[in-house]
């Protein structure tokens, strides 16, 4: 039952409405008005939609709502999706000390959206804007997860976001067909070297090279495909390293399970080393360590990709701390990712293909990335002319522009 108190303090008269709250300790929540008419319009309108008395009262807080939502995390998946991953747990048990770091004054129930607009603005102060959004991000699905099970009333924090800046506000580097070639030239040289240990050691690394740029996956992906996977003239992605490399796993979201068909040439080099040269594993990989293992991603990148680099030329010149010149790398693996796309892009392949491919769980990640790049091609094969030259027009009527 709702009613309103009438208090007279240091700011004057004002009116307090007292309403129920099932996310309170007493059972009731305060709410403080200039005018009676303000008072009365909230108690009737709390009294017409008492939802507070249908929620599950077992969360109060918003601290034990961020710990039921890490705990739904790793146990049984939100919103329908797989467990997370334990890298992942981690990620957001780090965001969950940020979140339970700031000071909550009010029961969970009885949050509204200001509250969460205080709390992005704590966030925008006190960490970097990439952190912040990252972590209300996280929060944005707390209190989704609360909302669906009946914790709270509705998701307040629905309309609150920082807008985030793009990783790719910068020019992404994507090496041409010419330089690609160069690239897959190099590692051929390598793999036929006279040198037994190196044409050992390139023996592996070709096939990863020319699969990594005739498949667009992320270097997480390729480094541990299985044998199985290979079959139809194609490659089945269905895991990946977590980051740091210490775990194999599914891909990162079910979008990242795909099929890509792969060039004849990559398919049977990468099928041959998979039959005649891959080392006995118990986890079906093609490009296995001598000790069974996973190929670790930072010396694929330092002594096969980067060596291939140098070997083709593809090196920039730059100065270490001492001012010494040194010789850079001009790509990164993942560069070979974006020549995928972009030779997708070339061949017209309709946006949804793409987004399936790449493996983005989002087509808006697709086009946030490589938007700028569908842009150009499509410019280059428009035609030239203003909009009025589309216009049905009488040209009968005689140029202004050539009387004298």
């Known amino acids: 039952m709702s009613d309103i108190r009438k208090r007279d303090g240091n700011k004057g008269v004002t009116y307090q409405v007292r309403y129920p709250s099932a996310g309170t300790r007493t059972g009731y929540a305060y709410k403080t008005f200039r005018t009676m008419k303000e008072a009365r319009a909230f108690r009737d309108k709390n009294a017409a939609n008492p939802v507070s008395a249908l929620l599950d009262t077992t969360i109060r807080t918003v601290g034990q709502a961020i710990d039921r939502w890490l705990d739904i995390c790793e146990k049984e998946g939100r919103d329908g999706r797989d467990p997370v991953t334990a890298y992942t747990l981690g990620t957001y048990r780090r965001r969950a000390d940020i979140m339970k770091a700031y000071p909550w004054e009010k029961a969970l129930a009885d949050l509204q959206t200001p509250d969460v607009v205080a709390f992005r603005s704590w966030l925008l102060r006190t960490h970097s804007r990439d952190l912040a959004r990252k972590t209300l991000t996280s929060f944005h699905a707390v209190i989704k997860e609360m909302a669906m099970r009946g914790h709270i009333a509705s998701n307040v924090a629905a309309s609150v976001a920082i807008r985030a800046e793009s990783r790719y506000d910068e020019p992404i580097v994507i090496p041409t067909p010419e330089e690609v070639a160069r690239l897959l030239a190099a590692a051929d040289r390598l793999a036929n070297s006279r040198n037994k240990q190196t044409a050992r050691t390139w023996r592996r690394y070709r096939p990863i090279l020319y699969l990594a740029a005739d498949s667009g996956m992320r270097p997480q992906e390729y480094l ?112 070979l990712r974006h020549f995928y796309a972009s030779m997708l892009i070339e061949q017209r392949v309709n946006f949804k293909r793409m987004q399936k491919l790449m493996g983005h769980e989002d087509v808006k990640t697709t086009l946030n990335v490589y938007g700028h790049l569908i842009e150009k091609a499509e410019r280059a094969s428009e035609e030239r002319f203003g909009m009025l030259s589309r216009l049905p027009r009488n040209t009968c009527g005689e140029s202004v522009a050539s009387a004298p």
Not at 313 to 327: Q, W
């Open 224 to 335: 541990v495909i299985a044998k199985s996977g290979l079959h139809d003239g194609g490659v089945q992605v269905t895991r990946a390293l977590e980051r740091g490399g210490g775990k194999l796993s599914v891909t990162k979201t079910p979008a990242g399970r795909r099929f890509i068909d792969l060039s004849p040439e990559t398919y049977d080099m990468v099928r041959h080393y998979a039959e005649h040269h891959a080392a006995d594993n118990p986890h079906d990989l093609v490009f296995a360590t001598e000790t069974g293992k996973w190929l670790d991603t930072d010396n694929w990148r330092k002594r096969g990709f980067y060596k291939a680099c140098i070997e083709a030329g593809l090196v920039d010149e730059d100065t270490d701390e001492d001012g010494k010149a040194i010789l850079v790398p001009r790509f990164s693996p993942y560069d």
